[in-house]
Structures are given as structure tokens and as C-alpha cells.
């Protein structure tokens, strides 16, 4: 008798989207270009170095565990990923065109060699044979961000923060490897979680600009509203709000766990940094009475290193 898993619809959701993408029995690896000189891709790869750098220390800090193939493409990934959702941010009104234009460009397998983002991330992509439908997938999320969104439940949310977050981690289980299908599922709720550490961390500066990623029936529930978002007017609801969220959120993160065993070994410490250096973030904003509009909640680089040191042992212990 064969027990089959009970997934809630929000999981099972995400779960077709990510098998639509994934099809192990079209997708052929690619060669690496040839007509290219080697020191103009290493430059590519470099700038995509600094990107990440700048704009995620913790995830460069992270990427530092990978092998140094492995890691360039990760950070090769994060500059594409970053590149379309700064299109999304400087709100430009032909924010629409620009990044059909990056969503063509940087899809392509011939790229511009002026751009190196472009050139390093189709190096990547065709080195590890990442399907192409989850790079789309991403930038279909993003778009959405280009018009304010409501989303009124968390399944409702779950789709977005797929959209602009798991994929990138299905994406970067193919450039870590993986052993077989079954570690899917763990990459969505890890994408989901730390999407969701994002929007807890990020309320009052989302809310200035007028996106609510909050799930309006949550919010409802814990007698809050849109207005809330401002500086509650009865903290109390919010604290319990936000126990409500950081319980579920640190709840996904537990349940992604399982799914580090069945990466490559050379990258399970990487994933397992990144993932607990977010999750810190839930806990400083438990450590100041989950405050968000006051401070940006954040790890200093000191409790960074600490971290590190736990995770590595905590990896070694992995079966």
C-alpha cells in the first residue's frame, strides 16, 4: 500500500509549477561557448562577483563555502536575478518593455559580449543545464511587482514568493547538483521561506511604496489593517500577528531542512549558511519586540561568523 504525502494546496501549487518547468527528458546539457576568449568571460564573472557583494553580503558570505566553479555561477545567477528586479525598482514607467528586453536578452543563447551579466549567466545556464522555464517563471514574478499587488491569503502569496524566490533556488540546485527529484519540493519551501523572512523584515519600507506583501485575511484575523503597516495602533495585535508569521515562516525553514542531505556534499554547507543566516533575522526581530519600523532587522557580521561556525558542524552531522 502506497501512503501518499499530504501536501497543503498552496505546496502542491507551487509543486505543478515547478514540475512544469523541470523535464529532465528534454533538458541536454550545452556546451560552454566556444568562440569566446577566456579572459573576457572570467571579467563577466567578476562583475557578477561584485554585484552579489554589494547588494547581499550574506549570500556572498555564503556562496565563499561553494567550490570556486560552482560559486561563480551561483553569483553569475544572483547578478541576472538582480539586474531584472533592479528594472522592477527604479519604477521607470517603461518598466514592462525593459524587462521584456532583459527577459529576451539575457534568455538568449547568444548574448551581447558588452554585457557581462548576460554573458556569465548564459555560460552558467548552459553549463548546468538550468531549464529555461524557471528563469521565466522568475521574471513573472517580478512583474508583478511592477504594479502594486494585494494578495489575500498566503496561498495567494505563496505563487509570488515562488515566483521571485524558489525559482532561483531550483535554479541553483542544478549548478550545486542534486541527487534525484524528491529534493523539488524542499527547494520550493526553502525559496518560500526566505522570501517570507524578506517581507517580515521589509513591512515598513514595502509599505512607503505602496506594496503590501502581508496577506490581507492574516492581517484581518489579528484585527490589523492596511493601516497598521504605518506603526500599529494596538501593538499588542501585532505582536501576535507577528509571533503568527515568524512561527510559520521558522516552521518553513525546518521543513526544507531535509532537503540539504540530497545536494552534492561540496554545496550542502553553502545552503545551509544561507538559509540559517536568514532565518537569523527572524530572531533579531523577535529580540526587539518585532519592531519593523523603527530598524531593519539584521545579523552584524560578528553573529554572522558565529553562525558559520554551528552550521559547519551541523553540516557534518548530516547523513
Not at 55 to 79: G, I, M, N, W
Not at 128 to 146: C, V
Not at 214 to 239: F, I
Not at 300 to 306: I, L
Amino acid at each position: 500500500m502506497i501512503v501518499q504525502q499530504y501536501r497543503p494546496k498552496w505546496e502542491q501549487n507551487l509543486l505543478n509549477l515547478a514540475h512544469e518547468a523541470y523535464n529532465p527528458v528534454t533538458q541536454t546539457a550545452l556546451p560552454r561557448f566556444e568562440s569566446l576568449e577566456d579572459r573576457r568571460l572570467t571579467e563577466a564573472y567578476r562583475v557578477c562577483g561584485d554585484i552579489t557583494s554589494r547588494y547581499s553580503r550574506s549570500f556572498y558570505l555564503a556562496t565563499r563555502l561553494l567550490p570556486k566553479e560552482k560559486r561563480t555561477a551561483v553569483r553569475a545567477l544572483y547578478a541576472f536575478c538582480r539586474v531584472a528586479d533592479n528594472i522592477v525598482d527604479d519604477g521607470n514607467g517603461n518598466a514592462n518593455e525593459v524587462l521584456k528586453e532583459w527577459k529576451h536578452h539575457s534568455l538568449s543563447n547568444t548574448p551581447l559580449p558588452e554585457d557581462p551579466v548576460a554573458l556569465a549567466w548564459t555560460d552558467t545556464r548552459l553549463r548546468y543545464s538550468i531549464p529555461h522555464r524557471y528563469a521565466e517563471q522568475l521574471i513573472e514574478g517580478l512583474e508583478l511587482d511592477i504594479k502594486p499587488q494585494r494578495y489575500e491569503t498566503f496561498e495567494d502569496l505563496s505563487v509570488y514568493c515562488y515566483g521571485v524566490a524558489s525559482t532561483v533556488g531550483l535554479m541553483s540546485m542544478h549548478i550545486i547538483g542534486f541527487q534525484r527529484e524528491q529534493a523539488i519540493p524542499y527547494a520550493i519551501k526553502l525559496g518560500v521561506a526566505l522570501q517570507m523572512t524578506n517581507i517580515l523584515r521589509d513591512i515598513a519600507e514595502d509599505w512607503r511604496v505602496q506594496r503590501i506583501y502581508l496577506p490581507l485575511q492574516e492581517l484581518d484575523a489579528y484585527g490589523l489593517s492596511e493601516r497598521d503597516l504605518d506603526g500599529p495602533h494596538e501593538y499588542e495585535k501585532w505582536r501576535q500577528f507577528m509571533r503568527f508569521q515568524i512561527n510559520r515562516n521558522k516552521r518553513l525553514y525546518a521543513e526544507a531542512q531535509p532537503g540539504i542531505s540530497m545536494l552534492n556534499p561540496d554545496g550542502r554547507t553553502a545552503v545551509h549558511a544561507a538559509a540559517n543566516l536568514y532565518a537569523g533575522i527572524l530572531d533579531d526581530i523577535e529580540a526587539h519586540d518585532y519592531d519593523v519600523f523603527s530598524r531593519r532587522a539584521h545579523l552584524s557580521d560578528w553573529k554572522k561568523v558565529r553562525k558559520l561556525f554551528g552550521i559547519y558542524r551541523q553540516v557534518r552531522s548530516l547523513p
